[in-house]
């Protein structure tokens, strides 16, 4: 049973304007939550995390929120650039092992 | 420093051959993964070594065995490879909370 969901498969966003990525989890175990970026043909990079302690991390051009009492978190990019266009995945930490969600295709149109 | 280093990167089986797909990092971490990437599916964790000399099992662990040779190399074993177990392979390490993964082994069973 998936624990971790990504729900919209992809999401297409004009330059320049908002990406906004959702991501479920059902497991209250999770302690810490991590964004993925994937480019085709290569491995998964770290983008972005947000401990269950913290409700919003940012780092330049991303922000995360977590939602805890709704098991429910977000990234947003703002702007949207042509090179964000990638897979994005969604992972949870429970001790040593995260869980991914299914992953969100961008395509960031100029 | 390389970081996490795969190696094949392509490889092609036939059905009931065996084959190691070898990951080495050199960031001194203590953690190790092995994941398949299916479509759709996002990454699910087949093994996974906490620390030098402990290897446990993932979510889909079944047609696999790994080792945990030293601190820096953990490898993957497919004794008898089926065709569901196409998929792309990437290996991952971790000192703390984020992994850093490799770039990928595409198998093919035919």
């Known amino acids: 049973d998936q624990q971790v969901k990504q729900n919209s498969p992809s999401l297409s966003v004009q330059e320049g304007r908002i990406s906004i990525l959702n991501c479920d989890y059902t497991?209250?175990?999770?302690?810490?939550f991590l964004w993925y970026k994937k480019y085709p043909a290569e491995g998964p990079t770290f983008l972005i995390s947000i401990s269950s302690i913290k409700d919003k991390n940012e780092d330049g051009r991303f922000t995360v929120f977590l939602n805890k009492s709704a098991k429910h978190l977000s990234l947003h990019i703002v702007p949207s650039q042509p090179g964000d266009s990638a897979v994005y995945f969604c992972?949870?930490?429970?001790?040593?092992?995260?869980?991914f969600g299914a992953g969100t295709t961008v395509t960031v149109r100029a | 420093n390389a970081g996490v280093t795969q190696t094949p990167k392509f490889q092609v089986l036939k059905t009931g051959q065996s084959m190691t797909l070898q990951c080495a990092q050199d960031m001194n971490h203590n953690s190790m993964y092995w994941y398949r990437q299916d479509p759709g599916m996002g990454l699910r964790l087949i093994y996974y070594s906490a620390s030098e000399g402990t290897t446990d099992k993932g979510e889909v662990p079944n047609g696999y065995n790994v080792s945990r040779l030293n601190k820096r190399e953990f490898s993957l074993r497919l004794e008898s490879a089926a065709p569901s177990q196409t998929s792309v392979y990437f290996c991952?390490?971790?000192?703390?909370?984020?992994?850093?993964f490799g770039p990928g082994t595409r198998l093919t069973v035919t």
């Open positions: 497991n209250s175990m999770f302690d810490y």
């Open positions: 991952a390490s971790a000192s703390f909370y984020e992994q850093y």
């Open positions: 992972a949870a930490r429970d001790d040593y092992k995260l869980s």
